[in-house]
């Protein structure tokens, strides 16, 4: 017999869960919070930093699957679970991506964003360019970046120290990203020639990113709102990371970020969000539309 999801959560996806977790949090409002505090302690997740919605909207998926319909019993479920408490952690965490996702930002960042970078450090003399991708999910946008740097640079390329640090919350993901490991499906929007040239395919529909590649970038376990971070940047990576966070982690982060940017550098946020907080009056646009911003 196929199982039946509980009442709450049927109505949540069929008539759109954005506008009826609040109607489910509200009934259950005293174990949500709750449960959020088991979540902070027993899971390691940050709730305070994540708007509501999200977590309920993760939570409602092992709802489902363990077959249980409120917030009191699924916060006992973790409390004596340890097994349950990483499942869970997964799905806080997940992050589905690929190879040079919006296109257009890719385009600015090849032909405008590294050669501006190249050249303000060729007048200071320097040789060393730092990248940080925050939130590097399983690694695509990193080896983007970094086959972005080759075909930018071209046999310039070797004058240069392009270091590539990557940090992302969930540890099964860094793993991943460290074998550099793909399938088909992560290059629908990447160009045949870069996949000729900075990939081999290992297995049918699997391909692996070159050590060329991959010896620039450095991928790490790390939460962005809460662990220190790294220093002297040049070039920030931080695209729909943050879109459920709450108001407040981001304008701190964004804060953050801006203090660890050296001068001259670059933040790129995703498409969908919108730079908050003090930062606002710090950062120079770069690039409205593909939301690029300078410290100056």
């Given amino acids: 017999m196929k ?10 996806i069929n008539n759109g869960f954005q506008e009826q977790s609040t109607m489910v949090i509200a009934k259950d409002i005293q174990n949500f919070i709750k449960l959020k505090e088991i979540i902070t ?3 390691g997740f940050q709730c305070a930093h994540y708007s509501d919605s999200f977590i309920a909207r993760r939570v409602s998926t092992r709802l489902y699957t363990t077959h249980i319909d409120n917030y009191g019993d699924y916060g006992k479920l ?4 340890p097994e349950e408490r990483e499942l869970l952690n997964k799905e806080l965490t997940i992050n589905v ?6 296109a257009t930002m890719w385009q600015v960042f090849r032909d405008q964003i590294i050669p501006i970078v190249a050249n303000l450090k060729k007048k200071k003399g320097q040789k060393s360019i730092r990248v940080w991708s925050a939130g590097c999910s399983s690694g695509e946008e990193a080896i983007s970046i970094a086959i972005s740097f ?3 640079l071209g046999e310039s390329f070797c004058g240069f120290r392009v270091a590539i640090v990557c940090t992302d919350i969930n540890p099964s993901v860094i793993e991943l990203a460290k074998q550099g490991l793909y399938e088909e499906q992560r290059f629908f929007e ?14 049918h529909e699997i391909y692996k990113a070159k050590n060329e590649v991959m010896d620039l970038i450095q991928f790490n376990v790390g939460d962005i709102l809460t662990d220190p971070k790294p220093a002297n940047i040049d070039i920030i990576f931080c695209r729909n990371t943050v879109i459920y966070f709450s ?9 953050e970020f801006y203090s660890c940017l050296n001068s001259d550098g ?9 730079l908050q907080g003090p930062a606002r009056d710090k950062f120079q646009i770069f690039d409205p539309r593909e939301r690029v911003y300078v410290k100056e």
């Fill in 3 to 12: 199982r039946r999801k509980p009442e709450f959560l049927s109505r949540a």
């Fill in 41 to 43: 302690k027993h899971v």
């Fill in 78 to 81: 973790l409390e004596d679970n």
């Fill in 97 to 102: 991506t690929n190879f040079f996702r919006d």
């Fill in 150 to 152: 080759f075909e930018a």
């Fill in 190 to 203: 990447t160009e045949p020639l870069y996949k000729e040239r900075y990939f081999e395919k290992v297995d």
């Fill in 247 to 255: 108001l407040v982690a981001k304008s701190k982060l964004y804060e």
């Fill in 266 to 274: 670059f933040f790129i946020m995703g498409k969908t969000e919108v």
